[in-house]
C-alpha cells in the first residue's frame, strides 16, 4: 500500500500536466502516451490491446482523474512489483512531465535551484505530503524541511523571507503546494549569495536520506574474512542492508549485510594498529571495523541498532516513522487545541450564565427596593393621610367641645337642655314649656 501510495503521488502531478485546460481532464490520446511511459518505467509488459479496449467507446471526449483510475489501478498499478522497478525513473519521468507546464524559476539570476536540485525537492515534498489531494504540506513539514536542508549547509534561514511568506492569505490555513515550495526556496529563504553547488550538494544528500532511505554512510575500514586485512570501504546503510563499496560512487559493490533481529552491533577494543573498532554480529558472521573517530563509532553503531529495530518491527523507512511521529503530535496538538477550546467555550457558557444569573439578581434586587420604596412611600402617605384625620378629627373634637362649653354657659343662664353632637358639631337647645 505504501508503494501504490508513493507511485500515486508523482503519477498524479503527471496527469495535472496534461490536463492544458486546467478543467480537470485529459485528452484519451494524452493518456495513451502516458500510460506507455508508465508500462517502460515500472517494468511491466505494455499490455496494448487493454489499453485500446479501455478508450474505445464513442465518447472520443478528455477523461477526468477519477475515470482514469480505474485503468490505472487494474492495469498497471495491481501489476507493479516492488523491487523490479527503480522508482527514480518513475520521478524522473512523472517531474519531466509537470516541470514543463508548472516549474517556471525566476529568469533574472536569483533562482538557486538546478532543475536536478528542483526535482529533488519535488521529490521530498511528496514523500512529507499526506495522500491527500492536491498535495501539499503542512507550515511544520515545510519548516522542518528548509532547517533540515539548512542544517546541511550550515546556514540560518531567511526569518524575514519565511515570516513574510508565512503571512500570505491561506497558507497557515490551507498548506503550501510545491511550487510555491519550489519559489520559497528560488526567493533566497536559505540564505543569500550561496553557490548552486552547496545548495546542490545538501539537496542530494537530503534527498539520499529521506527519499532514498539511507540511515548513514561514509568511510570505515572494513576487515576481510579471507585475507584478514584491513580495507577502507565506503558504506551505505539502510533498514535491511549495510552496503560496502569500493568508493563513494557506489558503482562497484563489495558485499552487503542482511540485518534482522538476529543481528547485533558491539563495540570492541583496540587491536592491530586499529582505533574506534566495533563489529556487526549476523548469524553466520562477525563483521569488524574501524571508524574515523570515537563520535563516527558512536554515530555508526546508534545508526545500525536504529537499521536492525526497523526491521524487527517490520518498517521500512525511519523518515516515514518520523513523519507519522509528527503527525500524531500535530493531530495530538489539535486535539488538545480543540479540547482547550471547547473548554473555553464552556466556561464563557458558564460565565455567560453566570452574568446572566447576576444580571436577573441585580434586576430582582433593584425591583425588590423599587418595591420596597413603593411600600415605603405608600406607608408614608398612609401615614401622613392618618396623621392628617386625626389632626382634623382632633379639631372637630376641639371644636365640639368649645361649642358644648359656650352651649352649657348659655343653658345656666336660660335654664335650657342643651345637647351637642360631636359628629357634626351642631347645637340643639331644648327649652322649658
Avoid at 507511485?7 to 495535472?16: D, E, G, P, R, V
Avoid at 501539499?136 to 540560518?156: Q, W
Avoid at 450564565?353 to 408614608?380: D, I, P, V
Wanted: aromatic share 8%; net charge negative.
Amino acid at each position: 500500500m505504501e508503494m501504490r501510495a508513493d507511485l500515486l503521488k508523482s503519477i498524479w502531478y503527471a496527469f495535472t500536466s496534461l490536463d492544458m485546460e486546467d478543467s480537470g481532464k485529459v485528452s484519451k490520446s494524452q493518456l495513451k502516451v502516458l500510460s506507455h511511459n508508465l508500462y517502460s518505467v515500472l517494468r511491466i509488459p505494455h499490455d496494448q490491446a487493454a489499453l485500446e479496449q479501455h478508450f474505445s467507446d464513442d465518447d472520443d471526449g478528455p477523461v477526468s482523474s477519477q475515470g482514469y483510475m480505474p485503468y490505472l489501478n487494474k492495469f498497471i498499478l495491481d501489476k507493479v512489483v516492488e523491487g523490479t522497478f527503480d522508482k527514480e525513473e518513475v520521478d524522473e519521468l512523472c517531474w519531466t512531465l509537470c516541470s514543463k507546464k508548472f516549474y517556471h524559476p525566476s529568469t533574472n539570476h536569483t533562482a538557486v535551484l538546478t532543475n536536478k536540485d528542483a526535482g529533488r525537492l519535488w521529490c521530498l515534498f511528496n514523500f512529507l505530503s499526506e495522500d491527500k489531494y492536491p498535495l501539499v504540506l503542512v507550515a511544520e513539514e515545510v519548516e522542518y524541511l528548509l532547517k533540515k536542508i539548512s542544517g546541511l549547509m550550515t546556514v540560518e534561514l531567511n526569518s524575514v523571507d519565511l515570516e513574510e511568506f508565512w503571512t500570505q492569505e491561506g497558507v497557515q490555513r490551507e498548506g503550501v503546494n510545491v511550487w510555491s515550495f519550489l519559489e520559497l526556496v528560488n526567493s533566497g529563504v536559505l540564505g543569500r549569495g550561496l553557490g548552486t553547488e552547496r545548495v546542490s550538494s545538501a539537496t542530494e544528500q537530503m534527498y539520499r536520506e529521506i527519499v532514498g532511505n539511507v540511515l548513514k554512510e561514509g568511510y570505515l575500514w572494513k576487515k576481510g574474512h579471507l585475507r584478514r586485512n584491513w580495507t577502507e570501504r565506503w558504506f551505505c546503510l539502510k533498514p535491511s542492508t549495510l552496503c560496502y563499496y569500493t568508493s563513494e560512487d557506489r558503482k562497484e559493490c563489495k558485499g552487503s549485510i542482511e540485518l534482522d533481529q538476529n543481528c547485533c552491533v558491539e563495540i570492541l577494543p583496540e587491536k592491530e594498529g586499529k582505533r574506534c573498532m566495533f563489529c556487526v554480529k549476523t548469524l553466520n558472521k562477525t563483521y569488524e571495523m574501524s571508524a574515523p573517530d570515537s563520535k563516527q563509532r558512536q554515530e555508526w553503531t546508534t545508526a545500525i541498532q536504529t537499521a536492525i529495530r526497523l526491521r524487527t518491527e517490520g518498517k521500512s523507512s525511519l523518515h516515514k516513522e518520523l513523519k507519522a511521529y509528527r503527525q500524531e503530535a500535530r493531530e495530538e496538538r489539535e486535539k488538545r487545541r480543540a479540547l482547550r477550546e471547547q473548554e473555553t467555550q464552556r466556561l464563557q457558557a458558564l460565565q455567560g450564565e453566570k452574568e446572566q444569573k447576576q444580571l436577573e439578581l441585580e434586576l430582582l434586587k433593584e425591583a425588590q427596593r423599587q418595591s420596597q420604596s413603593s411600600l415605603e412611600q405608600e406607608e408614608q402617605r398612609r401615614r401622613k393621610q392618618h396623621e392628617e384625620l386625626q389632626r382634623a378629627l382632633q379639631q372637630q373634637l376641639q371644636d365640639a367641645e368649645e361649642v358644648r362649653r359656650k352651649a352649657e354657659e348659655r343653658k345656666g343662664q336660660r335654664g335650657e337642655c342643651v345637647c351637642v353632637c360631636l359628629l357634626c358639631v351642631c347645637v340643639c337647645v331644648c327649652r322649658p314649656v
